[in-house]
């Protein structure tokens, strides 16, 4: 990289990723980042795992890899802030703190008055390659986050061991075999161009918060392995546990399910989708494609949507998908289909916003009406996986049915 500090990095968009760097990053919320590291945080005790160490040691190797390609020091300071994450200051030789820190803002029941900002503490690894860890939390009533380096060996290898190309070959919508007749005003190309003018990060300099607030939700530009590793890592350690499948895998899609409520749902009630989308929308049904649309700006790879039918089922497949492509260049392929958990959750969420309750009604998206109303077994929608790039098909493929 090595630009000046102050000049953004260049977003390289291929194939639904959206590359910084050579590495995809993807926009995801304080709510599912919260959840996510809860859930990873629940394999506490389990075997030798050390779920700390995981949050913690998973993005060293990636900053280390961004080393490689070029950036400085001052490079990933700013870009620490540009993704969101908040705003990195040196105190001295062995003590850094951010003042405002994404990982703060919100944490779930089990991160109350706990430590959370492992991901600063590994960005900090992979910056000095030293050990680091966090000695003050905002969550404990701190006015800063704050981060010691020790004299310690930093033993954190690459886990991205497998090449593995995207998918360049992606129809167009709509154009695909077997895929419904769709007929809408939504015009994707436009909806995509426009949210890649909205101000999608973090400000870096004194002063300022480095975070991304928008849509009434804290979001972050965050690195699509790192979400891949630390996900399927944990699942892996449940799995050997003994842990049921269906349970184990439900822990991992209902952190994409309070995505959708919590991401997609804010978006549909902003000014933003208020000015761009609904004067494209005749019906419902808009909505929906609106919405696929803006999340193929999202660098999960690219949704494509082959049926649409609520009341019998819906088909939604997605090329490169962020996750299949994270677990085919760290594991070797796999069995089993229904590997993708944050699509399938966001994918059913999505479908739930507008056939379950109606986000057009503007509803309360308060954790009262998620637990009580959307997220209530009551007329549910189910998803399962029917194609996985982690298993060797060209794309995934996610069927919701009543």
């Given at each position: 990289m090595s630009a000046s500090v102050g000049i953004p990095p260049a977003v390289i968009t291929t194939g639904g990723h959206n590359l910084i760097g050579g590495l995809n990053r993807v926009i995801h919320c304080n709510y599912y980042n919260a959840y996510l590291q809860m859930t990873v945080l629940l394999t506490q005790g389990i075997g030798e795992h050390n779920p700390e160490s995981l949050l913690t040691d998973s993005v060293t190797p990636l900053i280390?890899?961004?080393?490689?390609?070029?950036?400085?020091?001052?490079?990933?300071?700013?870009?620490?802030?540009?993704?969101?994450?908040?705003?990195?200051?040196?105190?001295?030789?062995?003590?850094?703190?951010?003042?405002?820190?994404?990982?703060?803002?919100?944490?779930?029941?089990?991160?109350?008055?706990?430590?959370?900002?492992?991901?600063?503490?590994?960005?900090?690894q992979g910056m000095l390659d030293k050990t680091v860890t966090e000695i003050a939390c905002k969550r404990q009533g701190n006015k800063s986050d704050q981060f010691t380096v020790l004299d310690e060996p930093l033993n954190v290898k690459n886990y991205l061991c497998q090449n593995f190309e995207l998918q360049t070959n992606i129809p167009e919508r709509f154009s695909f075999e077997g895929c419904q007749a769709f007929n809408t005003r939504i015009d994707e190309e436009k909806i995509i161009a426009t949210v890649q003018t909205l101000p999608l990060y973090g400000k870096y300099g004194k002063g300022e918060s480095g975070l991304i607030k928008i849509f009434d939700a804290v979001l972050t530009n965050q690195f699509a392995d790192y979400y891949n590793r630390i996900s399927y890592e944990s699942y892996f350690t449940l799995q050997k546990a003994g842990v049921p499948e269906?349970?184990?895998?439900?822990?991992?899609?209902?952190?994409?399910?309070?995505?959708?409520?919590?991401?997609?749902?804010?978006?549909?009630?902003?000014?933003?989708?208020?000015?761009?989308?609904?004067?494209?929308?005749?019906?419902?049904?808009?909505?929906?494609?609106?919405?696929i649309a803006v999340i193929n700006s999202l660098g999960w790879g690219v949704y494509r949507l082959e049926k649409l039918d609520p009341t019998n089922e819906t088909i939604?497949?997605?090329?490169?998908?962020?996750?299949?492509?994270?677990?085919?260049?760290?594991?070797?392929?796999?069995?089993?289909?229904?590997?993708?958990?944050?699509?399938?959750?966001?994918?059913?969420?999505?479908?739930?916003?507008?056939?379950?309750?109606?986000?057009?009604?503007?509803?309360?998206?308060?954790?009262?009406?998620?637990?009580?109303?959307?997220?209530?077994?009551?007329?549910?929608?189910?998803?399962?996986?029917?194609?996985?790039?982690?298993?060797g098909d060209e794309y995934d493929c996610f069927v919701v049915s009543k």
């Open positions: 280390r890899l961004l080393k490689q390609s070029g950036y400085t020091h001052e490079d990933l300071l700013y870009e620490f802030s540009y993704c969101g994450f908040g705003f990195l200051q040196k105190i001295d030789e062995n003590t850094w703190k951010t003042a405002s820190s994404h990982y703060s803002e919100i944490t779930c029941v089990l991160g109350q008055g706990k430590k959370s900002c492992f991901f600063t503490s590994g960005y900090l269906e349970e184990n895998k439900e822990m991992f899609i209902q952190a994409g399910h309070i995505c959708a409520f919590n991401t997609f749902g804010r978006i549909m009630i902003s000014s933003e989708w208020s000015e761009l989308v609904i004067p494209m929308c005749d019906n419902k049904e808009d909505w929906f494609h609106g919405m939604i497949r997605v090329y490169n998908s962020y996750e299949g492509v994270g677990y085919r260049r760290m594991y070797p392929q796999a069995n089993d289909k229904n590997l993708s958990f944050l699509a399938m959750g966001a994918i059913l969420g999505l479908i739930h916003l507008f056939w379950k309750i109606d986000i057009r009604d503007t509803p309360p998206l308060t954790q009262e009406f998620y637990v009580n109303q959307f997220n209530n077994p009551s007329d549910s929608y189910t998803i399962e996986q029917t194609a996985a790039i982690a298993a």
